[in-house]
């Protein structure tokens, strides 16, 4: 009988924080810039140059570690860990490793067998490094220092997830829950958030832990989910063929759906950390750490609580709409204008996910106003367009955010309610098509349906649909 085995993954997530400035100087942090121009003497490492810690970057650490039931250290520092690549200016970088910021919390997910709690072992603040960029019809490698000193949060988890369901999910919520903070985008394709996947196996029902190797080069859930499989299967193979699973970090490769030994795993003693002498140990007070407390928004499971308790609006809807904090923000904005959440859930659900799907952006790339999907949805109760050309409209409100009043007037699109000239072409219509009336009085009732298209063909979309209905059956029936 062949053996079972039992997979077990912890993640060091890397999140970019949201502040104008970097961590130690007061260089730009925008994504995008010309190569090397977001720098300073401090972020490209120059000789006496000293690093002053951004206030900011300690808020959005401990704002973070609330949010994940985390212990707040109050009193941390930072260190040196000491390393030597191209994209690392000073030689080392600026992190936390005997005095994190954070330490012992925990997020709970769903998952299939129901609710899962995940430990945080710690959160620290630590500074990016730089970017290498590898020029293949020149043959060298450049290096870009913008992203040096972007201050980031690493979140470390205990190793308590199993599969690689566990590991989106405690991805999503770990995401979901910084970007209602305001702590950052989160987005991976920009690098603003990177996982990495340390992941052993051992046989099902033993404790020991199997050797880890730890994967990178994880940019989108789809390839964090293909990497644990694809090194899951690697390491179990290897251990069936007698061979030894070696600690090392490993490459991912999502175009081959493979990985690659990078180097050997290293251990905190091969960076050789000791306390940075050119910054203070960090002391928080009571106080700050109230303050902090004090202006943590509302997070994603109390508000779809809310949403169910004050909106009356179903679970599944009230997930989907929280799932992402502008989702939710144009949602409730909208809501206070034309007091209709039903209708305002139903249009962000079907249409708006719809247009997403299909132009695959993410919630976050919608830019009309809450006024306009409002003014829409008034145009409808007062029966000034119907359901039909109001979905065209929207269209237009996704993409180009046009007032739905201007935009109805001018192209003419107000439904017709003129009951004579709705008469007249319902009678073209039925002259037009005799078969189809005759279907009808013989007893096919789908016949009907098909005049009242045609006549709403006629009427360009912009009669009244029950008023078609009730002329059609009405003449049908004389």
């Not at 694809?230 to 970090?249: A, M, P, S």
Request: hydrophobic share 35%; glycine share 6%.
């Amino acid at each position: 009988m062949s053996r079972q085995y039992e997979t077990v993954i912890g993640l060091e997530v890397h999140v970019e924080l949201a502040t104008k400035t970097k961590i130690f100087c007061g260089c730009s942090t925008e994504f995008g810039g010309a190569p090397n121009t977001h720098t300073c003497p401090v972020c490209t490492g120059m000789p006496g140059s000293l690093p002053v810690l951004n206030r900011q970057v300690v808020e959005y650490a401990m704002a973070v570690g609330l949010a994940a039931n985390c212990q707040i250290n109050q009193y941390c520092r930072f260190d040196r860990k000491n390393y030597f690549y191209p994209d690392n200016p000073q030689n080392y970088q600026i992190s936390q490793l005997y005095l994190p910021i954070c330490h012992d919390g925990w997020v709970e997910i769903d998952t299939a067998a129901g609710k899962k709690k995940i430990g945080i072992h710690e959160i620290h603040m630590e500074e990016d490094a730089g970017k290498l960029i590898h020029d293949e019809w020149e043959d060298c490698s450049l290096v870009d220092y913008n992203r040096s000193g972007v201050p980031l949060i690493e979140i470390v988890s205990e190793p308590d997830m199993r599969n690689a369901d566990e590991v989106i999910a405690y991805l999503d919520k770990l995401r979901m829950m910084i970007q209602y903070l305001g702590a950052s985008d989160c987005k991976l394709q920009e690098g603003s958030m990177r996982a990495d996947v340390n992941l052993s196996v051992r046989e099902a029902g033993t404790d020991r832990l199997g050797t880890r190797t730890e994967m990178k080069n994880l940019n989108s859930f789809k390839a964090i989910a293909r990497a644990i499989e694809g090194e899951r299967r690697r390491q179990i193979e290897l251990i069936e063929d007698g061979k030894k699973v070696i600690q090392e970090t490993r490459r991912w490769d999502d175009n081959k759906e493979s990985s690659h030994a990078m180097r050997s795993k290293e251990d905190a003693q091969d960076y050789r950390y000791f306390p940075d002498p050119d910054l203070t140990p960090v002391v928080i007070s009571d106080q700050w750490i109230q303050d902090v407390k004090s202006r943590q928004p509302e997070l994603q499971p109390e508000k779809m609580a809310r949403y169910q308790r004050e909106f009356r609006i179903p679970e599944y809807d009230a997930r989907i709409l929280t799932s992402d904090r502008h989702l939710a923000d144009l949602f409730e904005e909208t809501v206070k204008l034309c007091g209709e959440p039903k209708e305002v859930s139903n249009w962000l659900m079907v249409e708006a996910m719809r247009l997403l799907k299909e132009r695959e952006q993410e919630p976050e790339d919608i830019r009309f106003s809450p006024a306009h999907l409002a003014g829409l949805i008034r145009l409808i109760q007062e029966g000034t367009v119907n359901r039909t050309v109001a979905k065209s409209v929207f269209e237009e409100i996704f993409s180009r955010d046009v007032d739905p009043d201007q935009y109805v007037e001018e192209k003419g699109l107000k439904m017709v309610n003129d009951e004579e000239a709705l008469l007249k072409t319902v009678q073209e219509v039925l002259e037009a098509n005799p078969q189809s009336v005759a279907d009808y009085r013989g007893g096919k009732e789908k016949a009907m349906g098909f005049l009242v298209g045609q006549t709403m063909r006629a009427m360009k979309g912009k009669a009244d649909p029950g008023m078609v209905n009730r002329i059609v059956k009405q003449l049908l029936t004389k």
